[in-house]
């Protein structure tokens, strides 16, 4: 375990870290927009509704959709849940009129195409989509769609994660009995995740060769927690405490997971959050 020297280091930093800049978008600060996903019967028909539908359906079954872009075994609702329709997992809603948006990863202002890329490349542990191509007009269509009905520059409640504190620091022996008993049977013992009877996505994996690789957002301690807390185990969010999330999340995010070959040139400007893993 390479991680254990500087773990309670690490892991101290990560708690301090929550107090400090905000790398998640909720906690902005800027008054919220309400959340408003439009009804799935609003969807227009024609080339507009055909695109969004696509868009629709290739973050929800990305494996079938976009695999050539994939490389592991997620799809993008395997954290945006239900199509990006969950407050506090990272939704879509609102997200058409935040971008551009300066972000102190790559110090750049980024296209909302930029952001559904980084997700590519790190979340999906896979390649960028071409700006011009049709599976990146059908997922713009669709967060486009998505944000229909909240004003232009504002935060939507419930955008991001919800941050959560906890009273010390985390421990991942604890983490790792809290797996066992409330997530494994879904993710796996060994945190691979599980497939149905003709190989088709079922339980997304947690770590190893088919999740996301460890410059993605959900590889951060204090992301995995929030992300955790609010809807985890599936169906039943909020059941956890705050402890226990942070537990489980230390557990879980350094646990072998493949590279990024790029993330060194992540926060050029040294402002790298604590709780990167690298
Ligand atoms: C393993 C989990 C995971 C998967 C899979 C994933 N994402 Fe994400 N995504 C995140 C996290 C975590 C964030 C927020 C990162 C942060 O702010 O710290 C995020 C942020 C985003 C955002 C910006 C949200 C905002 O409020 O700024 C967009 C857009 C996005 N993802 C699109 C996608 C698309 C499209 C896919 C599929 C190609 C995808 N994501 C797959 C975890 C994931
Ligand atoms: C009842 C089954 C079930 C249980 C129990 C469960 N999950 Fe999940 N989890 C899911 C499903 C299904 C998804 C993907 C959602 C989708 O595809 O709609 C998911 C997604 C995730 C993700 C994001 C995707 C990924 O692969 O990284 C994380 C992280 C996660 N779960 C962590 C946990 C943790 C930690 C626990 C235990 C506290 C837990 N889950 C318990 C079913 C479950």
């Excluded at 919800?162 to 983490?175: F, L, M, N, S, V």
């Amino acid at each position: 375990m390479r991680f254990t020297l500087s773990l309670s280091a690490w892991l101290m930093a990560g708690l301090m870290a929550m107090h400090g800049s905000s790398a998640l978008a909720g906690d902005s600060g800027k008054a919220a927009a309400p959340f408003t996903p439009p009804s799935e019967e609003s969807m227009p028909s024609g080339p507009m509704g055909d695109a969004i539908r696509y868009g629709h359906q290739l973050t929800s079954q990305t494996q079938v959709y976009a695999k050539k872009y994939v490389g592991n075994d997620l799809n993008c609702t395997s954290c945006h849940l239900n199509g990006g329709r969950t407050p506090n997992a990272a939704p879509w809603v609102g997200i058409w009129g935040v971008f551009p948006e300066y972000r102190t990863r790559n110090a750049q202002v980024n296209t909302l195409q930029d952001r559904v890329n980084d997700c590519f490349q790190r979340s999906m542990n896979g390649k960028p989509l071409p700006v011009d191509s049709k599976e990146m007009n059908g997922i713009l269509a669709y967060m486009w769609w998505l944000s229909k009905d909240v004003p232009t520059g504002v935060d939507v409640a419930g955008r991001g994660f919800k941050r959560i504190k906890a009273e010390r620091a985390p421990d991942t022996a604890k983490g790792k009995a809290i797996y066992a008993e409330k997530c494994s049977a879904c993710h796996g013992a060994d945190g691979q995740g599980m497939k149905g009877p003709e190989g088709e996505y079922m339980f997304p994996a947690l770590w190893g060769p088919k999740s996301f690789n460890i410059a993605a957002g959900m590889a951060r301690l204090n992301t995995a927690a929030a992300f955790v807390k609010a809807n985890m185990p599936l169906g039943q969010g909020g059941s956890l405490t705050d402890q226990e999330a942070y537990d489980v999340a230390a557990y879980f995010t350094q646990q072998p997971r493949p590279d990024y070959a790029a993330k060194k040139k992540d926060w050029p400007n040294g402002d790298k959050p604590k709780d990167a893993r690298y």
